[in-house]
């Protein structure tokens, strides 16, 4: 029987929604015949339920309001998926050997010339790749598809914080400032960034639980209608309490050396129930806000803190005090009410601050900055023992970066953090963007004088730099042809031998790349030790020199910062009979993966070293 004996009514609702009926599949249906192109292509529901089976109603906005676009829309989004494939595929032969996507490719992805969030689709897209299985058997993808997925949420908060803070503060919502935070802090999370509406819902179910507890006290949908205003309130302030408090558990972080990865983790604070200042005020805040409640953010002792070097760093996690304030309109300035969020939301009078009757509420924007000042402070004085202090001044770097979409005007702030990305070599083409958007801003001419001085040699100095790692790239595509006298290639991983303080040590690297004799270089470290276990002689290091030199990559445990990068005689390394993993961050900027034996060069690396291939596995066996 053929299919277009069938009703429209029954080959649309019954055959073609079917889950197991495919986008591809409509597709090959459609260029069978004129009538099924006709029928599937008229149909809006078919291609909305298609949009919804194979990416989910992501969207922050749905086209509900237009009618028959679902077939644009999902052609659409099928178009946008290849081009960020064929992006995150092509990344590595544009950006190999420094591993840092490009701006200007993250800026033609998300590139909006339609009247939907493009850039959502994109991250979306992003998301699904870095899942993926076979992209994950890639590590250089995968790092590539992680570092694009980072840059672009950077791109849609950025935009969304410039809005934010644009906003007068009767319309800021600290709520909505924490969850930016939390978004921010969660960049590198993959799909388990913050969810917006998870945390809405979050809010939905405290604040149904909240008039459930009141239906049960009054036996109706909302408080006694004969109670006054004032006791009304309380009795809802009191029931928020009894919710957040007592059956949910929220409590303050106990201690800093447990928590700090989760200080600034939204969704994490409604799992663990455990939050700095901020978040359960913005809970609290949010919930009675909901009820009908307008609380107000206040500092306690403002001006009495101490100094914060000699503050243990659980404190400086928890501070300042920061309470909630309910004024009774109907009352007097000394009828206001203090919540407590840290004491179990304890409601007290105002005669027990006295100091805080004249004391101005704290704006939104003084709550979120104090914050990030946190969120720095660990930042700065902290590092993680696994990874370091490359790791840590890589994670500073995003909030640096936070700080300047929080304050885009500010020249000290973008400054700071150009200054970051030159010492660093990082993200640099965004530091000159956001340069030359202070530049060419009204705002530019207040500053006349020496921050107009400061901005245009910064902003020279990261073109500069720029200019030199393009420079690198460019010269990482020349072909390297191995002479007969190497001894060993690209991907081995070997034992280097060195002094240091006196002492031997024996540490395994990886092999990066090489050249026929000593080159200098600002990036790989030639200095680190004396090679080999012996103090070598004028002559000696002029003999070193002259031999082939390795750049290795390598952990070691005993420095600072362990994850190092090396430029090494020859005659310093021999070979691992068996060879084990090295932890470091750069490793996929160059390789594959690890298959047990050597480490599997990628296309970039093979191109530059051809011959290598046949000597690791001539050497591996």
């Given at each position: 029987m053929s299919l277009l004996s069938l009703p429209n009514e029954v080959l649309i609702c019954y055959i073609f929604s079917l889950d197991t009926i495919s986008i591809s599949d409509l597709q090959s249906l459609m260029v069978s015949c004129r009538p099924l192109y006709n029928i599937i292509r008229e149909s809006d529901e078919l291609w909305r339920l298609k949009f919804i089976q194979r990416w989910g109603n992501f969207l922050s906005k749905t086209p509900n309001s237009y009618e028959n676009v679902w077939f644009e829309w999902t052609t659409m989004r099928l178009k946008k998926a290849k081009e960020v494939q064929k992006a995150v595929q092509n990344m590595s032969s544009v950006a190999y050997p420094l591993g840092q996507s490009p701006l200007i490719v993250i800026n033609e992805l998300i590139a909006e010339s339609y009247p939907i969030p493009i850039s959502e689709y994109v991250q979306n897209e992003l998301e699904e790749i870095i899942y993926d299985k076979k992209i994950r058997e890639n590590k250089t993808t995968l790092h590539y598809a992680r570092d694009v997925l980072v840059k672009v949420r950077i791109s849609i908060l950025d935009k969304k914080w410039r809005d934010f803070m644009a906003k007068p503060e009767s319309r800021k919502s600290l709520f909505e400032g924490v969850a930016?935070?939390?978004?921010?802090?969660?960049?590198?999370?993959?799909?388990?960034?913050?969810?917006?509406?998870?945390?809405?819902?979050?809010?939905?179910?405290?604040?149904?639980?909240?008039?459930?507890?009141?239906?049960?006290?009054?036996?109706?949908?909302?408080?006694?209608?004969?109670?006054?205003?004032?006791?009304?309130?309380?009795?809802?302030?009191?029931?928020?309490?009894?919710?957040?408090?007592?059956?949910?558990?929220?409590?303050?972080?106990?201690?800093?050396?447990?928590?700090?990865?989760?200080?600034?983790?939204?969704?994490?604070?409604?799992?663990?129930?455990?939050?700095?200042?901020?978040?359960?005020?913005?809970?609290?805040?949010?919930?009675?806000?909901?009820?009908?409640?307008?609380?107000?953010?206040?500092?306690?002792?403002?001006?009495?803190?101490?100094?914060?070097?000699n503050l243990?760093?659980?404190?400086?996690?928890?501070?300042?005090?920061?309470?909630?304030?309910?004024?009774?309109?109907?009352?007097?300035?000394?009828?206001?009410?203090?919540?407590?969020?840290?004491?179990?939301?304890?409601?007290?009078?105002?005669?027990?601050?006295?100091?805080?009757?004249?004391?101005?509420?704290?704006?939104?924007?003084?709550?979120?900055?104090?914050?990030?000042?946190?969120?720095?402070?660990?930042?700065?004085?902290?590092?993680?023992?696994?990874?370091?202090?490359?790791?840590?001044r890589d994670n500073l770097s995003f909030y640096v970066r936070l700080e300047c979409s929080m304050s885009p005007q500010d020249p000290n702030k973008i400054t700071c953090y150009a200054e970051h990305c030159i010492r660093l070599g990082i993200q640099l083409d965004d530091a000159i963007q956001l340069l030359q958007n202070f530049v060419q801003s009204p705002e530019y001419k207040r500053f006349i004088g020496f921050y107009s001085r400061s901005t245009s040699k910064m902003l020279g100095e990261c073109i500069s730099k720029l200019n030199e790692q393009k420079a690198e790239i460019a010269a990482a595509k020349t072909v390297h042809h191995r002479p007969s006298s190497?001894?060993?290639?690209?991907?081995?991983?070997?034992?280097?031998?060195?002094?240091?303080?006196?002492?031997?040590?024996?540490?395994?690297?990886?092999?990066?790349?090489?050249?026929?004799?000593?080159?200098?270089?600002?990036?790989?470290?030639?200095?680190?030790?004396?090679?080999?276990?012996?103090?070598n002689s004028d002559e000696e290091d002029e003999e070193s020199q002259a031999q082939p030199h390795y750049h290795i990559l390598m952990f070691d445990s005993d420095e600072s910062n362990p994850q190092l990068q090396l430029n090494v005689p020859e005659e310093t390394l021999e070979l691992l009979p068996a060879a084990v993993p090295i932890k470091h961050d750069k490793i996929w900027f160059h390789f594959e993966r690890f298959d047990g034996r050597r480490y599997l060069p990628n296309a970039e690396k093979r191109a530059q070293f051809p011959e290598d291939e046949a000597v690791t596995l001539s050497l591996i066996g």
């Open positions: 930016l935070i939390s978004q921010w802090s969660t960049l590198g999370h993959g799909k388990g960034q913050t969810c917006w509406k998870d945390l809405e819902s979050s809010i939905e179910k405290i604040t149904d639980r909240v008039k459930q507890l009141l239906e049960l006290e009054v036996g109706k949908v909302s408080c006694a209608s004969t109670d006054d205003p004032k006791k009304k309130n309380l009795k809802i302030l009191d029931s928020i309490n009894q919710v957040m408090f007592n059956e949910l558990g929220f409590k303050k972080f106990p201690h800093f050396y447990t928590d700090r990865r989760l200080y600034s983790n939204f969704q994490q604070a409604f799992e663990r129930k455990e939050g700095c200042p901020a978040v359960l005020c913005a809970i609290y805040q949010e919930v009675a806000w909901k009820m009908g409640i307008l609380c107000e953010a206040v500092y306690c002792n403002q001006n009495d803190r101490e100094d914060e070097n243990p760093d659980f404190m400086i996690m928890n501070r300042p005090l920061l309470l909630l304030r309910w004024k009774d309109s109907a009352g007097s300035e000394d009828d206001s009410i203090y919540i407590d969020v840290f004491r179990g939301g304890s409601l007290n009078q105002s005669s027990l601050y006295p100091s805080l009757r004249e004391q101005p509420a704290a704006s939104v924007d003084s709550v979120l900055f104090e914050m990030l000042e946190v969120l720095t402070y660990f930042r700065r004085h902290q590092y993680d023992e696994i990874y370091g202090l490359e790791r840590m190497l001894k060993f290639s690209v991907g081995l991983v070997v034992i280097c031998n060195y002094k240091k303080l006196g002492e031997n040590f024996r540490k395994p690297g990886v092999i990066v790349s090489w050249n026929v004799k000593f080159q200098k270089s600002n990036e790989w470290k030639s200095e680190v030790t004396n090679y080999p276990f012996s103090d």
